[in-house]
């Protein structure tokens, strides 16, 4: 699940001026997830009239032109008062690093907090058709070194009672540990196991398992995931009743081992509330530009179009890329909930999130193309293409400007960057909101996480722009690539 999901990071901190693209902050900071309790009543209601009753129904390409028109008039309003903040700098330090850091820590980020404001506040997910026969699907499980976990993964795909034929495959890819006894000791007449000789990394497991898929819709489910009830169903229900050129649907991922510690926490909301935003927003806008490995649904005929997954670091981004390019759609399937183990420790952390930068880098060197197709989704790949420069300006301008500003310098950061607090806090209320409604409806409930939400929201950004600089370099540098199927 590379970089394309930051967009919400564009509200996670104060960092970039209006905010930072995968995290994001919540204006209810007495709470967070997951449970098996309905919410407090009338949180529902309020969600149904942000998204239903405030806004009719709109064509999309209209809702598109609308919040495109409303993120560009805020950012030639937050242009319009920078404009003593770039006399300023550019008499410091000349017209073009003004002009370059302004615009990548402030008038950008404004934009993209912008636009996906106005984009929540014109969603209104598509019905779903009755399914009155659910179609055989294939699911396809890459593990390695996960005897902790397989088998309840296992076991979740098990208690979905899906109502159509099931084949699940599991690629055992090479572990050390004993997957393949956890494996062997299981017992479903729908399964099935592939033992890979050694481990030759997520994408080769995941193409050993689409050789032997023998139904039209396959699905991915990581080895430490545990699919939520009736997730299954759900997403297959999307893809059925999204349009016709739909031929992946990327399902909610959510933390599993969320009360672990802290590092964990802090990740919960980013799952919760950014991740999920940004791919609704994209949905809405026909062009989801991930369908993340840990929980997807794709059309197996598409899938062998496109040549299985690319043996790289970001194999489902380069996957989702080719699959866009080839003139489909990618939609995001909100209530299909699969939980997963985030990582544990910083270092962990870091260097998951180097890798998904890394991964940004691969799917611009395979479908660079995408730039110029004439389609809303467009939009997205342009900004992820300034994701880099963006990251960059955050770490070598930003968080430098935090530290001056502590000592009464305002050349970079200062009393400006409060001008984005009333847009942040909107975007982040309509994130909670849509969220929350959508744990509603699935018996879930959004418990207390104050801790995470204090250091997400304003000290994420500083652990997460500068690991992606960081990953950005090792990739334009040919640093070596270390990858398994985790």
Aim: include cysteine; glycine fraction near 8%.
């Amino acid at each position: 699940m590379p970089r394309t999901e930051r967009q919400a990071d564009v509200v996670s901190s104060l960092g970039y001026g209006l905010s930072d693209p995968s995290g994001a902050t919540n204006i209810s900071a007495s709470t967070a997830l997951v449970g098996d309790a309905p919410l407090r009543p009338g949180r529902k209601a309020v969600a149904d009239r942000v998204t239903r009753r405030v806004v009719p129904y709109l064509p999309v390409r209209l809702k598109f032109t609308l919040t495109l028109l409303i993120a560009v008039s805020w950012a030639a309003l937050s242009y319009h008062l920078a404009g003593r903040w770039i006399a300023d700098l550019t008499e410091l330090a000349g017209a073009a690093f003004a002009y370059c850091a302004i615009f990548s820590i402030a008038i950008i980020p404004g934009f993209m907090n912008a636009f996906l404001a106005m984009g929540l506040l014109l969603d209104r997910r598509p019905r779903r058709k009755v399914v009155e026969r659910y179609p055989a699907i294939s699911i396809l499980v890459a593990a390695y070194n996960e005897e902790a976990s397989i088998a309840s993964t296992i076991q979740s795909i098990a208690h979905q009672k899906y109502p159509g034929e099931l084949q699940v495959i599991v690629i055992n890819d090479g572990s050390t540990d004993a997957t393949a006894a956890k494996l062997q000791s299981l017992s479903y007449p729908w399964l099935r196991i592939i033992n890979l000789d050694k481990n030759g990394g997520k994408a080769k497991a995941l193409n050993a398992g689409l050789a032997a898929a023998k139904h039209a819709l396959t699905i991915t489910v990581d080895g430490d995931c545990l699919l939520y009830r009736e997730a299954l169903a759900n997403l297959v229900g999307r893809l059925l009743s999204d349009p016709p050129n739909t031929a992946s649907v990327a399902g909610a991922v959510l933390v599993r081992n969320s009360r672990q510690n802290l590092v964990t926490k802090i990740q919960e909301w980013d799952y919760f509330h950014g991740i999920a935003a940004v791919k609704r927003l994209q949905s809405l806008f026909q062009g989801t530009l991930v369908a993340q490995g840990a929980f997807s649904i794709y059309r197996t005929d598409v899938l062998r179009e496109v040549g299985g997954w690319a043996d790289c670091v970001g194999e489902d981004i380069v996957l989702t890329w080719a699959i866009l390019r080839g003139g489909h759609r990618v939609g995001f399937a909100e209530d299909a909930c699969s939980f997963t183990n985030a990582p544990a420790t910083f270092r962990q952390f870091i260097r998951q999130r180097q890798r998904w930068s890394r991964g940004l880098i691969e799917a611009f060197r395979y479908h660079s193309g995408l730039l110029l197709q004439p389609r809303m989704s467009t939009l997205f790949i342009w900004w992820n293409l300034l994701f880099p420069a963006m990251d960059v300006g955050y770490t070598v301008l930003f968080i430098p400007g935090i530290i001056l500003a502590l000592f009464g310098h305002y050349w970079l950061a200062g009393p400006m960057t409060l001008f984005v607090l009333p847009l942040a806090l909107l975007v982040n209320w309509l994130m909670f909101i849509i969220q929350s409604a959508m744990f509603t409806t699935q018996g879930l409930k959004v418990r207390r996480n104050v801790v995470g939400f204090l250091v997400y929201s304003f000290l994420y950004g500083f652990i997460l722009q500068p690991a992606c600089v960081v990953g950005y370099l090792k990739e334009v540098l040919g640093a070596r690539k270390q990858w398994a199927t985790k």
